[in-house]
């Protein structure tokens, strides 16, 4: 009876442990809470210190429910986790929306401006219109240097190398998209300043003054500026510019087509016009950047002139290379006997500033003067060498043109031996690599069957000896 008694209170536990855990899995208890860490940071008390924002992601549909709670019903616990998901989902929103604004922000620096005209015209028009603008109308001719910025051009491309002056590479303008963002910017501040500086050189081409004296060595640049300001301004429906920069391409045209067949007898080769004015410009800051040790700006062609470059019968070079040349003997004389030989002496004088760095500083010309520009130098010197000892009778022009030309020539020499021992070394450098290289692989070529013949006679040498184990001989 009383082992029945003991069963039946044991029964009686286990039935009850049954009875609490289906309650327990009718009302399972809340799970806790998993947190997402979210892009954006709050920082503490502690200055130093950041911590991550974080959300509740609701997993379960009794999530907020705390662990000694009951739900009171699925609609409120659902409604809850709406609650909480709509919330999570607001932040991450409002995170991204922060960070691409962020972006957005570091990207419109230079969305409006991406041609950078205002950073490289602006200033430049404010600092120099007036003068431009005084000497054109007043004094009738270009002395300061704003043809860059007030008629801007594009890159001047070599076998696709930008070439020209630093300038010419900093304010040249990429393409009609570049030239239509500067004909536009600010309301058209800029356009109207260089449609300003246009018209006065119309007003002097009608006066009858020529481009190459109003403008000097710029007037090719000139030229193609307002070519390219009419063919964008064609683009951009600007019919007034197109108008403007359009006669004054035709008033350049006809001088020039009737300056071809008036030829001034006292001279014949245009010394004047095309040497003077910039002899008396450029030759200062010509001898002050030779004495320096580098040339600088641009004024090799009529400085220290040379004969056409001709290939084939067709004149080649650059049209500032065709403006400056010397066309025949008579006119190197006419240029050493011009003004009292104030050409002459002038181009003595920068020779003989070549000469002096180049024996005194060891500076070679191509250091001194360029990569082309010491072809051109080369070239000039021999001519006007010849014509002094042939023509003119100067030594003293003479002799200071050979002195550049024997040094030159010797910096020639020497590199080409130079280069010469180092070819000798390159070719027998080479040679013993070849004689390494066969010794190697008739070694290898001798060994590889040596190795396999070993590799044969012990193979053979283990089969026999297990033959004579196992079966004898």
């Known amino acids: 009876m009383s082992m029945n008694c003991g069963k039946s209170s044991q029964y009686l536990q286990q039935q009850q442990k049954r009875e609490a855990t289906n309650h327990e899995d009718d009302n399972p208890r809340p799970r806790k809470k998993q947190r997402t860490l979210l892009l954006s940071t709050t920082k503490d008390d502690n200055p130093t210190k950041t911590t991550a924002m974080c959300a509740p992601t609701v997993t379960d549909a009794h999530a907020d429910a705390t662990p000694t709670e ?14 909480s998901n709509s919330n999570s ?7 991204s929306k922060n960070n691409s ?9 230079n969305f409006d401006d991406p041609h950078e005209i205002e950073e490289r015209f602006v200033s430049q028009h404010e600092k120099y219109l007036e003068a431009a ?8 001719q270009n002395e300061t240097a704003w043809i860059w910025y007030l008629l801007p051009m594009t890159p001047v491309v070599v076998q696709s190398v930008e070439q020209g002056c630093a300038n010419t590479r900093k304010y040249a303008l990429s393409g009609d998209g570049a030239f239509a963002a500067y004909l536009q910017y600010g309301n058209g501040m800029l356009r109207n300043n260089s449609v300003q ?3 006065a050189i119309q007003e002097q081409l009608k006066a009858g003054k020529s481009l190459s004296s109003l403008m000097g060595e710029d ?16 683009k951009i429906g600007d019919e007034e510019l197109v108008s403007l ?20 007898s006292d001279d014949p080769h245009d010394i004047e016009e095309r040497f003077v004015f910039q002899h008396n410009k450029h030759f200062r800051r010509a001898l002050e950047e030779i004495k320096n040790g580098k040339k600088e700006s641009c004024w090799i062609w009529f400085l220290i002139p040379s004969a056409p470059y001709i290939v084939d019968g067709v004149q080649k070079g650059s049209p500032m290379n065709q403006k400056f040349c010397l066309y025949g003997d008579d006119a190197v004389v006419a240029y050493l006997t011009h003004k009292d030989g104030m050409l002459r002496n002038n181009y003595v004088a920068l020779t003989r500033a070549l000469y002096q760095q180049r024996r005194r500083n060891k500076r070679t010309l191509r250091n001194l003067l360029g990569v082309l520009d010491d072809v051109k130098a080369v070239s000039s010197m021999k001519l006007f060498a010849r014509i002094g000892r042939e023509r003119t009778k100067d030594d003293e022009l003479v002799k200071v043109c050979e002195q550049v030309i024997g040094l030159h020539e010797k910096q020639i020499l020497k590199n080409e031996q130079k280069q010469g021992q180092l070819f000798k070394k390159r070719e027998k450098q080479l040679s013993l690599d070849a004689k390494t290289k066969l010794k190697f692989f008739s070694g290898v070529s001798g060994l590889v069957p040596k190795l396999i013949g070993n590799r044969k006679k012990k193979e053979e040498e283990k089969k026999k000896a ?7 001989v």
């Open 101 to 109: 604004n962020a972006n957005n922000h570091s990207f419109d620096d």
């Open 133 to 140: 603008l005084d000497e054109i109308r007043n004094k009738g």
């Open 245 to 264: 920069c359009q006669e004054v391409l035709d008033l350049h045209l006809n001088q020039h087509k009737n300056g071809n067949k008036k030829v001034n």
């Open 219 to 234: 007037d090719y640049r000139t030229v193609k500026s307002i070519e390219l300001f009419a063919r964008v301004g064609n």
């Open 466 to 472: 297990f033959r004579q184990t196992w079966h004898g």
């Open 89 to 95: 989902s607001q932040a991450e929103e409002a995170v």
């Open 197 to 199: 500086v246009i018209r």
């Open 70 to 83: 009951k739900p009171i019903n699925s609609g409120s616990s659902t409604a809850s986790s709406t609650d």
